[in-house]
């Protein structure tokens, strides 16, 4: 019966492996020596298990350890974290391994460790009563894998960190916190917020009122808006503002909360209530409606990245479905949910306010052929979808988003940027700025529903390592007799030419010469 007798987690390159790895100490017991071949119907009850798992993997002379590395990683990628790199080395007891392999994310690694070595005690030496595989597998292992998962944004950038080399670790159990790089290297990423950005820029980002107040006292476009906190103050600044207006919560986001174009007194008392509901601190605020398409301009550094249009969400009568029908079928496709580039179109009171203006309710059969827009947003977090624009944006708006940026003081921002048509000059066309966001959703920008991808994760990596710039410390290892000593002659050098060198023996860690 295989038992573990230590456990290791290795958050870098090791003795064990050149990545993240768990290193587990292995007694396979009374199965000391054996082949898995050597186990009659291993590989098959495995295969029947975990049909992606090769069953020739099973049955060649690898030992247990070697079955239970490929066991361990299989049970991750399955839970969605694709990892590859196993192997086991004999021990210096007879039947003891160490089994090394590859994890993503720790709680995760470790768990598919602990699973892979109760499934192969259940089927190859002890049958474990009421064991039900499937069950464990899932509560286990994929689910705590999904709670931990990267966002799409941040997953973007760090598969393009690792595609470069750079090593990425996770600094928090939630998937909020991400070191990219190593020691003085080091950069953080929490979303996509980094830990370059500075930390009033991302509040004032939070704040649409005071947003406004920037981008207006430095001469950029912008509807003008004035903070609300009752009803009657909302009819009033309307009023003020002149219809028709705009109500979204002070401090909101995901376009919860927003109604647009209301054009009566009545539709702005009506609307306030749902505005109010997702405004944190209690404040609406009312804004000059304008009327255009819907841009999102993603700022990094500086640099305008890549250009979407977001168009609101929207169904297609076909003379037999009802709206609620309609967007329950919309829904049912692939791209939209997890994993694809758009989300699922919620069923809300906006909606039903959408679908009112057209004189239709969701029971109502829209005649074949008729496009009925089912929200006013366009907001892809409500179900809108997205058009490439990057390479028909004209300088004009693409220098207003830059320095709205700018002067909100974001490295990385998503613009709201509303304007008839953002490929024609400013003064032919111009537009006003509706938002700038901190921490912008980037999927829709990697998968757009029409036109070109485009790569923000790579200029969000460029930013944080500029080409050329490294991301490691490098590392010297020393084993064998007189390993302190050459250790000692090597951080000598290093330091006479000018390197901050860490060294670590047995007798401690010294930084520096201290």
């Not at 005071?210 to 103050?233: D, I, K, N, V, Y």
């Not at 921490?439 to 998968?447: A, C, G, I, R, T």
């Not at 050459?486 to 901050?500: P, T």
Request: glycine residues 12%; aromatic residues 4%; hydrophobic residues 45%.
């Amino acid at each position: 019966m295989l038992s573990v007798r230590q456990t290791e987690v290795f958050p870098g390159p090791s003795l064990w492996a050149p990545v993240p790895a768990v290193r587990l100490v292995v007694d396979t017991g009374a199965l000391a020596g054996g082949a898995s071949r050597a186990l009659p119907g291993l590989g098959e009850r495995l295969a029947e298990l975990l049909p992606s798992l090769p069953v020739s993997t099973c049955e060649t002379s690898s030992c247990l350890g070697r079955v239970l590395a490929l066991v361990a990683l299989e049970l991750q990628t399955l839970a969605g974290d694709p990892v590859a790199h196993g192997e086991a080395r004999a021990g210096d007891e007879p039947g003891v391994y160490d089994v090394a392999y590859q994890y993503r994310q720790e709680a995760v690694g470790l768990a598919a460790g602990e699973l892979a070595v109760r499934l192969l005690n259940h089927l190859a030496a002890d049958p474990e009563p009421g064991f039900d595989f499937a069950r464990r597998l899932e509560e286990d292992v994929v689910k705590p894998a999904q709670r931990r998962a990267y966002g799409r944004s941040t997953a973007a950038v760090v598969a393009e960190a690792e595609r470069r080399g750079i090593p990425v670790r996770r600094l928090n159990r939630a998937p909020l916190l991400v070191q990219l790089g190593d020691g003085v290297h080091q950069r953080r990423l929490g979303k996509l917020i980094t830990s370059a950005t500075a930390s009033l820029g991302a509040r004032f980002a939070g704040d649409k009122a005071t947003t406004s107040l920037m981008l207006r006292e430095a001469g950029l476009p912008e509807p003008g808006s004035t903070a609300a906190r009752t009803a009657g103050a909302a009819v009033r600044a309307a009023g003020s503002l002149g219809y028709p207006v705009v109500l979204k919560p002070r401090d909101g986001n995901l376009g919860r909360g927003v109604c647009l174009d209301l054009g009566t007194e009545a539709a702005v008392r009506a609307a306030f209530p749902l505005a109010a509901r997702e405004a944190k601190a209690g404040e609406v605020v009312v804004e000059r409606f304008v009327a255009g398409r819907d841009y999102r301009v993603l700022v990094v550094g500086g640099r305008v990245a890549a250009v979407t249009e977001r168009v609101p969400a929207r169904v297609v009568g076909d003379g037999e479905r009802t709206v609620e029908q309609l967007v329950a079928l919309a829904n049912t496709d692939p791209r939209r949910g997890p994993g694809g580039g758009l989300e699922r179109i919620s069923v809300n009171p906006q909606m039903t306010e959408a679908l009112a203006r057209q004189g239709l309710a969701l029971a109502d059969v829209p005649a074949a052929g008729r496009v009925v827009p089912v929200k006013l947003a366009a907001n892809m977090h409500q179900g809108g979808t997205s058009i490439d624009r990057t390479d028909e944006t004209h300088p004009d708006h693409a220098e207003v988003a830059r320095q709205a940026a700018l002067v909100v003081g974001l490295d990385i921002a998503g613009v709201d940027y509303v304007v008839p048509d953002i490929a024609r000059p400013a003064r032919e066309a111009p537009g006003a700025i509706v938002e700038v966001n901190s921490d912008p959703d980037v999927v829709f920008h990697l998968y757009p529903a029409e036109g070109r991808p485009r790569d923000v994760a790579g200029a969000i990596v460029d930013l944080l390592f500029p080409p050329g710039s490294p991301s490691r410390v490098p590392l010297v290892a020393v084993v064998g007799p007189g390993a302190a000593a050459a250790g000692r002659a090597i951080a000598g050098v290093l330091a006479a030419a000018g390197h901050a060198v860490g060294l670590a023996t047995a007798a401690g860690l010294e930084v520096g010469g201290a």
